[in-house]
């Protein structure tokens, strides 16, 4: 089976300070990694994924995540957070060889930004 | 990124009425779209897996009498809500992806905010 954990509900940083929003999972074999934002009353926008290569993955708008096979951790970081960061954060996982299924959705991070 | 439509973004209706809401793929094919819904301050639920040409694959308790999910064609995935109740109330989001391997990028729509009164 697969799963996503995402341990906070909540992530306060101040406005240039760095950010990091914490993502664990668990899959049978090897894993697809994802990171999505959802602004309010809106569908997911794709951040970044990983899917093999290099463990350091940049994706959209200053955000990158690393990839920590040991540790099964794809935490989200960036380096000086902005006031517009400031939605949900979801982290997503699919088994390589689970066929055709859809992606495994952590419950979200809700991620402000205080200017 | 490729490009979800969701239609309507909005729909407020009375009891026992039904209700439709589209989802497209406006830029590439999708032989699988996927329908969630989501509770406020809550993760995403998948609901349904809607492959084109067959029938919807139904996670374990959702009614799939009560949500009925047609996917007429590569870029058009339907789920019609019927005789909704008040506790059909939520925010329902489609996903498709293109055809291929897994490492393929699922887009979402942006959302349709179901209330009924």
């Known amino acids: 089976a697969q799963s996503v954990a995402q341990p906070e509900d909540q992530v306060n940083v101040a406005e240039g300070n760095p950010l990091t929003v914490k993502c664990t999972y668990s899959?049978?074999?090897?894993?697809?990694l994802f990171w999505y934002v959802q602004y309010p009353n809106r569908g997911l926008q794709f951040l970044l994924k990983y899917i093999t290569g290099d463990n350091l993955v940049k994706g959209s708008y200053g955000f990158e995540a690393e990839f920590n096979k040991s540790q099964t951790s794809f935490h989200l970081k960036k380096p000086s957070a902005l006031v517009s960061d400031s939605a949900l954060y979801f982290c997503?996982?699919?088994?390589?060889?689970?066929?055709?299924?859809?992606?495994?959705f952590g419950k979200g991070t809700r991620l402000s930004v205080i200017a | 990124g490729a490009v979800v439509s969701q239609h309507p973004s909005r729909v407020i209706c009375k009891s026992g009425t039904s209700v439709k809401i589209e989802c497209r793929s406006l830029d590439f094919q999708a032989t699988t779209m996927f329908w969630y819904r989501q509770f406020p301050k809550k993760s995403l639920m998948l609901m349904a897996t809607?492959?084109?040409?067959?029938?919807?694959?139904?996670e374990q308790g959702v009614e799939k009498d009560k949500f009925l999910i047609n996917h007429a064609s590569l870029t058009l995935s339907t789920l019609t809500v019927t005789s909704a109740h008040p506790e059909d109330s939520s925010f329902y989001i489609c996903?498709?992806?293109?055809?291929?391997?897994?490492?393929?990028?699922?887009?979402f729509g942006a959302g349709t905010r179901l209330s009924v009164l």
């Open positions: 996903s498709a992806r293109a055809p291929g391997q897994g490492e393929n990028i699922q887009y």
């Open positions: 899959v049978s074999g090897n894993p697809y």
């Open positions: 997503a996982v699919r088994d390589r060889d689970s066929g055709n299924t859809p992606l495994v």
């Open positions: 809607s492959n084109e040409g067959s029938k919807a694959t139904y």
